[in-house]
């Protein structure tokens, strides 16, 4: 079966940051995840996932005033160099914690942009990311996410993103497939994620409706379990649902 990686801003979310790891480790994950590392030294972040044998396996680059409602910044024409610096930043945490991968999130355009700007903002940011990433040892991924969760948000679907991923011209572009929000947009799931393997560097999942755990809704999660590791499959799969009951409680899927 994949590797199953916890996230942290959605699982164990009723506790402190620095507690979830250890929440984690004890449920049975292996790997984790969370949207960002920044407001803590990249060397306690290390500490944890050291002391409780957890592996570091994505986070985002920085993407603007989060709490205010950014969502990313790489379709801002005006915030190159900010969005660039975000990259440095990034990097230097994905060195200090051991993670591989990085996450670029589209983000939501600002009101009134001139499309055609904002689509060239996003291919050349997506580049300049990709090849400072590889210089780093580290892939560089980004997600659709669907538009009814994050209204406005760029990338919604998994052919646009290659579409703009080729468009940029890297090899070390790979998609962040999120089974819910693939549900959400355009289904098909099973057939998509084979034709787009290559691409894929890392999936997420929960279910729909109500984003909550496997079980709870509409998706046939041991069907898909087994397509994804019958494909051959060898990065991770991340939990990133709202428990509709207790983290613990909704681990079932997990524990078989």
Not at 167 to 182: C, F, I, K, R, W
Not at 213 to 241: K, Q
């Amino acid at each position: 079966m994949p590797r199953f990686a916890a996230n942290l801003s959605f699982l164990f979310h009723e506790v402190p940051f620095e507690q979830r790891f250890a929440r984690a480790a004890a449920a049975g994950f292996t790997g984790v995840e969370y949207f960002f590392p920044y407001a803590l030294p990249a060397d306690r972040i290390a500490g944890l996932l050291r002391a409780h044998g957890l592996a570091q396996v994505l986070f985002n680059l920085p993407a603007g005033n989060w709490d205010a409602g950014e969502r990313g910044i790489a379709t801002h024409p005006d915030r190159v160099a900010e969005f660039r610096d975000g990259v440095r930043q990034a990097l230097e945490y994905a060195h200090a914690l051991g993670c591989t991968q990085v996450n670029c999130l589209a983000g939501i355009p600002p009101a009134g942009a001139d499309p055609a700007r904002v689509r060239s903002t996003f291919v050349a940011n997506l580049h300049y990311a990709a090849e400072q990433a590889r210089a780093a040892g580290v892939r560089m991924l980004s997600e659709p996410i669907n538009g009814r969760d994050m209204p406005g948000f760029y990338l919604n679907r998994s052919a646009q993103a290659i579409e703009l991923f080729d468009e940029a011209g890297s090899d070390n572009l790979y998609l962040q497939y999120d089974v819910y929000h693939m549900q959400v947009m355009e289904g098909d799931l099973a057939p998509t994620i084979e034709r787009l393997l290559p691409r894929i560097a890392h999936m997420q999942f929960a279910d729909t409706p109500g984003r909550h755990e496997p079980g709870t809704g509409e998706i046939n999660f041991p069907f898909l379990f087994g397509h994804v590791d019958r494909l051959g499959y060898t990065g991770w799969m991340s939990a990133e649902y709202r428990p509709s009951a207790g983290t613990e409680a909704s681990l079932g899927w997990l524990r078989g």
